[in-house]
């Protein structure tokens, strides 16, 4: 067992849980409900299109499928809306695979260069995805964009430059794409064929990048060779769909299908670290870490000398060795002043778990 999971199981049980609206699949490999299952039903809104020029009269909309402009590098534009058009975007996946129409991928390429440059100027978009999707939104399309701009993120704390982070983003927008073609009702074994389905789906679109047939293939295999379709193990697994896999799994804590109960991040966070840490490469857990901390700030939490205190800061490179604020001593009283503790710079004093505030 590594250190980092020693960590984390000194924190103890797992942490209520709150309920949520659905996500794509539950972890685990385990179906959605029949009702789920369907291919959801896409309404086609107008796609965003250029402004013409001054002369020139209004430009008509694109057809549905069509490619979509690029939007100006220096709109200024806002998380929310952006996190909107990638949820319109993937609302069409479902019909432009069972239509075979041509896909639009100079439209995802411009979609996929926003999301990195928002990411690259704020938290906002990486935020929005951690939150339940807006109301009225296909369960598909939620989770496939949530994973999106989860795995770009996490690709960006690994290190990868523009052109890698795109290869990944194209394939973590497209994954799940055959959950929308399985028949309703289709039991455990015949679930596990989506990614054979969504792989043949995305070869026959002739995706631009290498590797990404690839990588939405095996976005079920798992680090230890226990995984599906085809038991591949370590270094046989695409990098991106590792990746994919984590966020995947995560998505599916933060938005479970009702009635499991919802993890907020932090909580998912542990119960990936504490239940599935051999599912996942250590680094990729890491690099989730630093984004999500086990204990984020605000958190209450027990010290191993008994005292309790606050986080007021994560340590990205040391995630479960927060800096707080002691706020009552060991048995319980309150501290006359609270006194600040760095717990990268205390190796014999570390978290037992968060406590409820009295």
């Given at each position: 067992?590594?250190d ?11 942490p ?7 996500a ?17 039903r ?32 220096a ?28 896909f ?28 339940p999707?807006p ?7 939620a ?19 523009r ?18 073609s ?56 695409h990098p ?8 995947d ?20 966070v ?89």
């Open positions: 067992m590594s980092l999971v020693r960590g984390i199981h000194r924190g103890g049980g797992e209520p849980a709150r309920e949520a609206p659905p794509a699949q539950a972890p685990g490999g385990a179906p959605p409900p029949a009702e789920a299952s369907r291919p959801p896409v309404r086609f809104p107008p796609e965003p299109a250029a402004a013409p020029p001054a002369a020139a009269p209004p430009e008509p909309e694109p057809a549905a499928g069509a490619e979509a402009p690029a939007a100006e590098a709109t200024g534009e806002g998380a929310e809306q952006l996190f909107t058009e990638l949820l319109a975007f993937t609302g069409r996946l479902p019909a432009l695979a069972r239509e075979g129409r041509e639009p991928w100079g439209w995802l390429q411009r979609l996929l260069e926003r999301v990195v440059r928002s990411l690259e100027g704020s938290a906002d978009l990486f935020w929005l995805a951690n939150n999707p109301g009225g939104a296909e369960y598909l399309a989770h496939l964009t949530a994973v999106g701009v989860l795995s770009i993120q996490i690709g960006r704390g690994l290190g990868h430059d052109e890698r982070l795109l290869d990944l983003a194209t394939a973590a927008f497209l994954f799940d794409v055959g959950v929308a399985l028949p309703a009702g289709a039991d455990p074994t015949a679930y596990q064929t989506h990614a054979q389905l969504g792989a043949e789906i995305v070869r026959r679109w002739a995706p631009p990048r290498a590797g990404i047939v690839e990588a939405v293939l095996q976005h079920h295999e798992r680090e230890n060779g226990r995984g599906y379709p085809q038991g591949l193990a370590g270094a046989a697994i991106n769909a590792k990746v994919i896999a984590l966020m799994t995560y998505t599916a804590l933060i938005f479970p299908r009702p009635p499991a109960p919802r993890l907020q991040p932090y909580q998912a542990r119960q990936i670290v504490s239940s599935k840490h051999e599912d996942f490469p250590t680094p990729l857990i890491k690099a989730l870490l630093a984004e999500i901390s086990v204990f984020p700030p605000r958190t209450v939490v027990k010290l191993n000398t008994g005292e309790v205190g606050r986080v007021i800061a994560v340590n990205r490179a040391h995630p479960l060795r927060p800096k707080v604020e002691i706020v009552a001593d060991s048995k319980g009283h309150p501290l006359p002043a609270p006194k600040i503790l760095d717990l990268a710079e205390a190796p014999f004093i570390y978290v037992m778990g968060p406590v409820q505030e009295g």
